[in-house]
């Protein structure tokens, strides 16, 4: 807790770090953004926070004219601004070809700049032809100080003269920083800024700038901001605090779950003591101590170790935030902003640790309390016996949270749908959100008030087992008051990782599923069209597109590539201005997707698949084809693919092994009256026009293709067919991952390819994220809290069970017996821990994919991985503990087994 509270408010800046890091010495920037004398206002210290005076309709009012071209304008007369555009990006030259990168146009290199932008090396440029860099961009570049900084499509060259450090930018990224002139106006299209060397700019000559529309971050504002604010500002004032809020509500959530955990665990072994100093604290009973006097002795020790355990924790956790933002310090100067220690929230940390200490004593305390101190003098030490209200209740409180999970599952599916009537931001709709995580707490809580007689009722079930399986469930339930608290930990702990885990695997997998794959993973796509100067109210011409697409093919030629293909398609009808301009000539033909999987069109919108569904043949070489789809056909599959069959990679489109053709006129298809593939044809919309021909096609499916194609044709059975189709893409694979400097050159060539005619757009398919970066991570961690949780019981287990063993090595008990007897604890123990928390941490993934209606699966869910967490990992932990050779008896005690 202390660790991320450090952590949480170094990744918030103080006045002080922002004024550095926004102004360096400067006294404020200015900005035009509004429309002068309509009202216009802003949050005193979050100049992005702005806007017009709202109605009592809760609309803003209606405003006319233009924001302030230039806001120097509004100020007085004789203030010095320098004018500063940040964060553009303009496209080098770099050492393997070109590549974008950010842009400053202005003079950054101002000496009231420092600590916004600092000079590292070299000198300030003095001439419009002169120019700094990042550090990190000579090397990006390839070049030194007194380089030349080449920028190929504005054809400027600059000679760079020192390196800049820019606050707010990481150290390792690359950046350009060029004079403000007519010229690089026209191409650094960043963020406006006029910044104030002086004088300084009070809060009401911000509102009166605010007047004009302009909105200004000012130094003196940021240190001492004004408390009296419009309900606007308020509002926006608020909105930033929600930040610092949702930091304590983390804090609070991990504070409650630690709490939880070592109050079971420390409570498990404030009882073994406190039965260890039964004998004690029956004397000082003897001799006229209260129970109030024995109440006290046992708590206080909690109270004790609770601070001992405070002050531990809060300097580890100081220490542990300071590594890690050492490690994650890019060198920005906003992450982290710096070291901040909430000194406050770490002393209620540390209260809030003592206690959790004194709550872990105050069970076994009451119990002490109520002893009998003649039965504790005597020895005697009776069995425990389950009672049998706890086991009603719990099974009730498992039964009701089951019940809730499910129903409040169902319950989100139906408000989901169209016509619940229910509004989304209702809050009829959370009170579901909330039951599905409630639910399983509630069964958690059923299983710890059940703990100690499901216990009782599996040692009766073990006593048949073997010897060393007897002693040790008997042993469990005998001594429920350490046991059930140490498998209810380990619930608690499996129980918030196998939710997350289900259902950051379920929206993964969605993820997965919706990506839009643009070739197969690994390849490079070379695209192609109109370049950016044209009008785009026609498609590219044959000739022009062929010349692309030999440019594209000699570009990943050079570039390495062991596969190529040229991926062909009919020219979309979208590009034309109006219907009319379509040529009466123009014929397209598209699969057909069956009526069953046509989407309701009042349903809500889902992807359905890759590609344009109304421009769905693609035409393909047979050579070519595993480049373009990432699979390889066999030989029998290729000659039927030239002989007229499709390869197809969206099985719906197949009825019966083959796939339904139809064209159209083009005229037809831009006005919506031909099959569109997604929606049911609606009622009161345009009437279906009769199709040209059809043609039904053999399908070869082959739905482990991933790309943008959906059917794939020869040339041969496109032309008998009558398809036009016209080379549109090129997609290349690799056999290793494509490198930086790969794409830099890719991008120079794909620049220096592009004409007045044509344009080459290069990028690579890298697919979605992977779940490994975070369920690794996840499942090291739970297994870790899992194992020390256990450690802690069969610690326990195995300190109070001295006596036993000394006894049972009297009667002639083994080291193999009492190895078996370990082995038999530890299964209790994890097992019940792992495999509960399991089950609970089930239920809400189960809830959360029932109101997704389909979109989160619960196939999509690690089950072998789970599976392992519940039952491999108490095996190991078992195995573990009776490895670990036990201690030597001491036959000088030898307590007999009732």
């Known amino acids: 807790m202390t660790g991320f509270a450090v952590w949480a408010m170094s990744s918030v800046s103080t006045p002080e770090e922002r004024a550095r890091v926004e102004l360096g010495r400067m006294q404020a920037w200015v900005a035009p953004a509004g429309v002068p004398d309509a009202g216009f206002w802003q949050a005193p210290t979050e100049p992005e ?63 009231e700049f420092a600590g916004k932008y600092d000079l590292v090396d070299g000198r300030r440029p003095s001439t419009a032809s002169e120019a700094m860099v990042t550090p990190a961009a000579l090397e990006r570049l390839g070049i030194g100080i007194g380089g030349g900084l080449v920028l190929p499509a504005e054809d400027l060259t600059f000679t760079v003269v020192g390196t800049l450090d820019a606050a707010g930018v990481p150290d390792a990224d ?150 890690v933002l050492a490690i994650v310090d890019d060198g920005s100067g906003i992450s982290p902003w710096g070291f901040h220690v909430p000194w406050l929230g770490v002393a209620g940390i540390f209260v809030f640790s003592v206690l959790v200490g004194t709550l872990s004593a105050l069970v076994p305390a009451r119990t002490v309390a109520r002893a009998d101190a003649i039965s504790a003098l005597r020895g005697a030490r009776r069995p425990q016996r389950p009672t049998a209200s706890r086991p009603v209740w719990g099974s009730v409180l498992l039964l009701v949270g089951v019940g809730i999970t499910l129903a409040c599952g169902v319950g989100l599916a139906v408000l989901n749908r169209n016509g619940s009537g229910v509004r989304w931001d209702s809050p009829l709709s959370m009170i579901p959100v909330y039951g599905i995580v409630a639910g399983p707490i509630l069964a958690q809580v059923g299983i710890l008030l059940s703990g100690r007689w499901l ?170 084809l595993s480049a373009a789809l990432g699979v390889s056909l066999s030989a029998g599959e290729r000659a039927a693919y030239d002989r007229g069959a499709v390869v197809v990679t969206d099985p719906r489109y197949v009825v019966d092994g083959t796939v339904q053709l139809g064209a159209w006129s083009g005229r037809d298809l831009y006005e919506g009256r031909v099959p ?88 690579v398919e890298t697919g979605p994220p992977s779940d490994l970066t975070w369920l690794i991570p996840l499942a090291t961690t739970v297994s870790v809290l899992v194992v ?51 089950v609970a941490g089930i239920l809400p993934a189960i809830g959360l994919s029932i109101q997704s209606q389909g979109t989160l699966r619960l196939t999509d869910i690690p089950w072998l991985g789970l599976a392992a967490l519940g039952i491999a990992l108490p095996l190991a932990i078992a195995l573990a503990n009776a490895l670990v050779p036990p201690r030597r008896p001491d036959l000088t005690r030898r307590t007999v087994i009732a």
């Open 49 to 111: 926070w702005h806007g017009y005076p709202v109605g009592a309709d809760g609309v803003s009012e209606a405003w006319e004219g233009a924001p302030l071209e230039d806001p120097a304008a509004a100020l007085a007369p004789g203030t010095e601004v320098v004018e500063i555009v940040e964060r553009g990006t303009v496209r080098v030259g770099t050492a393997a070809g070109e590549a974008p990168v950010t842009a400053w146009a202005g003079e950054t290199w101002h000496e």
């Open 174 to 323: 690359a950046g350009v920083f060029l004079p403000l002139t007519d010229r690089t106006r026209q191409f650094v299209s960043g963020e406006h800024r006029w910044y104030l060397p002086e004088p300084a700019l009070p809060w009401s000559d911000v509102e009166e700038l605010n007047e004009q529309g302009v909105v200004a971050l000012s130094r003196e504002v940021l240190l001492d901001p004004p408390t009296r604010l419009n309900e606007d500002a308020q509002r926006a004032q608020a909105n930033q605090t929600a930040v610092f809020w949702s930091m304590v509500a983390v804090i609070a959530i991990g504070g409650a779950f630690a709490a939880y955990v070592v109050v079971m665990l420390a409570g498990a072994a404030f009882a073994v003591a406190a039965r260890r100093q039964q004998r004690a604290l029956a004397i000082v009973a003897s001799v006229g101590g209260s129970p109030r006097d024995l109440f006290r002795t046992v708590a206080l020790q909690g109270t004790v170790l609770g601070a001992v355990g405070g002050t531990v924790g809060t300097a580890l956790g100081v220490g542990l935030a300071a590594g």
């Open 455 to 624: 216990l009782w009722t599996v040692s009766r079930g073990l006593s048949r087992a073997s010897t060393a399986a007897r002693i040790a469930s008997r042993d469990a339930a005998a001594n429920a008051s350490r046991t059930v608290p140490a498998f209810a930990a380990i619930g608690a702990t499996v129980f918030l990782g196998v939710f997350v885990a289900a259902v950051s695997a379920m929206g993964t997998a969605n993820s997965a599923r919706t990506h839009v794959y643009t070739a197969p993973l690994g390849s490079v796509v070379v695209s192609m069209g109109p370049p950016p100067t044209a009008s785009g109210a026609e498609p590219l011409s044959a000739d022009s597109a062929t010349r692309a697409i030999e440019s594209a093919r000699t570009m990943v030629a050079d570039a390495g590539a062991d596969g190529t293909a040229t991926i062909a398609r009919q020219l979309p009808v979208w590009d034309y201005a109006d219907a009319d301009d379509v040529p009466d000539d123009m014929v397209r033909a598209l699969a057909v997707l069956p009526e069953r999987y046509l989407l309701d069109p009042e349903s809500v919108w889902e992807w359905r698949g890759a590609g344009d569904p109304q421009n769905n043949i693609s035409v393909i070489s047979s050579d070519e």
């Open 676 to 763: 569109d593939n997604t929606w049911r044809p609606p009622a009161e919309g345009p009437e279906r026009s009769e199709s040209m021909w059809e043609e039904s096609a053999d399908a070869i499916v082959e739905e482990g293709a991933r790309g943008s194609i959906v059917v794939a044709m020869a040339p041969q059975t496109a032309l008998d067919l009558g398809i036009q189709a016209q080379p549109e893409v090129v997609i290349a694979s690799f056999d290793d991952p494509i490198s930086v400097e790969s794409r830099d050159r890719l991008n120079t060539q794909a620049n220096l390819a592009s004409t007045p005619d044509y344009s080459l757009w290069a990028y």
């Open 788 to 838: 020390g949780a256990s450690a802690v019981a069969l610690g326990l287990a195995r300190f109070e069970r001295r006596p036993d063993d000394a006894t049972l090595a009297a009667v002639g008990g083994t080291p193999a017996l009492r190895r078996r007897i370990g082995f038999w604890q530890g299964l209790l123990i994890a097992g019940f821990g792992t495999i509960s928390g399991t």
